[in-house]
């Protein structure tokens, strides 16, 4: 089944508003039934156009072909949404996070994805181009758009880990993407996946005694942008890890120390540069997990589903409308997009 007949779009034009209109599209992934629902809804109602992100995991926990489903009633809950709301339609493109085979990525594009990662970022630098060129020659017959990574990001997210961080070398990024024929790079500028993105002892505490992780590497970012002018570069690992609701978690029973994210304020600035697009995962678990623990916490009674799950759908979207205007820059953009 081909995107365009579940409603999607690749990220084509969504990137080229992007890079001429100084904002990053949310992509924001999803694993469950109140997660798409919030995404949608704060995308729509904030007007920005969104990437909605699966991983390889989320992919079997839903089951393949029950996520086609899932990504057509997303559309058709967006065109309700704006109709209700007497909202414009925005663009939504369906994208495999961190792939990591060929086989993966192909049978996304066979099952309606608009967008793939092909992550060889593990292999040896020339192996990452053979399998990235693959998926690459693959995707583009059916005007897939696909996403590499140069660079390794530290932390845990499902099946993507590694203990560090190796930073992208600007001077390999031209050869990569020619040799390639990629239309987006993921790079490692200082970014990391998972709720603990740095040790404690790498951070500083502001007043509050929250960990302040070290800033992000612009200057390699800045290499890159001059090697590579206009070309779309992507974050992965960017969840601001919010206090408010790791606290939220360990005060009703759970337990996550040393947490540390990625501040705004950077975030809002590499969105600002080339980096179309910026990845948010560990932030909406967080807030679905919080809100869940405290509401079944306050109420011992509950055990209708929809009395916590509803409860975390409605804070996920005012959080994720916060995230769209204040670090992706990209509430008010999706009218801009050409279809």
Do not use: W
Not at 25 to 45: D, G, K, S
Request: aromatic content about 6%.
């Amino acid at each position: 089944m081909h995107y365009k007949e579940l409603g999607f779009v690749n990220t084509k034009n969504m990137f080229k508003a992007a890079m001429e209109h100084k904002f990053a599209v949310p992509a924001y992934n999803f694993n469950n039934m109140e997660q798409i629902q919030a995404i949608i809804t704060a995308c729509v109602e904030s007007q920005s156009p969104v990437i909605l992100q699966v991983s390889k995991g989320a992919r079997e926990y839903a089951n393949a072909t029950l996520l086609q489903f899932i990504g057509k009633g997303a559309i058709e809950m967006m065109k309700s949404i704006a109709a209700e709301k007497n909202l414009g339609e925005i663009p939504v493109a369906l994208h495999l996070d961190h792939g990591d085979s060929f086989e993966l990525a192909k049978s996304c594009v066979d099952n309606g994805f608009s967008s793939v990662m092909i992550d060889a970022s593990s292999l040896s630098y020339e192996e990452n181009i053979i399998l990235t060129k693959k998926v690459v020659d693959y995707a583009h017959q059916f005007d897939v758009t696909v996403e590499g990574e140069l660079g390794v990001l530290a932390g845990i997210e499902e099946e993507v880990q590694s203990e560090v961080s190796h930073y992208t070398k600007p001077e390999e990024v031209i050869d990569f993407v020619q040799r390639t024929g990629v239309d987006s790079l993921a790079i490692s500028i200082g970014t990391s996946h998972g709720a603990n993105k740095f040790k404690p002892e790498q951070c500083t505490k502001n007043e509050e005694g929250v960990l302040i992780p070290p800033p992000l590497r612009f200057d390699i970012l800045e290499e890159i942008e001059k090697k590579l002018p206009g070309f779309v570069i992507v974050l992965h690992g960017s969840s601001s890890v919010m206090p408010k609701y790791v606290n939220m978690i360990n005060e009703n029973g759970g337990h996550l120390p040393d947490t540390v994210g990625i501040p705004k304020e950077q975030l809002r600035k590499a969105s600002q540069s080339s980096v179309c697009k910026i990845n948010v995962d560990s932030d909406g678990r967080l807030v679905i997990t919080a809100i869940i623990r405290k509401v079944l916490s306050e109420n011992k009674a509950v055990f209708d589903p929809r009395k916590y799950l509803g409860a975390a759908r409605d804070e996920l979207i005012e959080v994720l409308k916060k995230k769209n205007e204040e670090v992706m820059g990209s509430n008010g953009k999706a009218g801009i997009i050409e279809p």
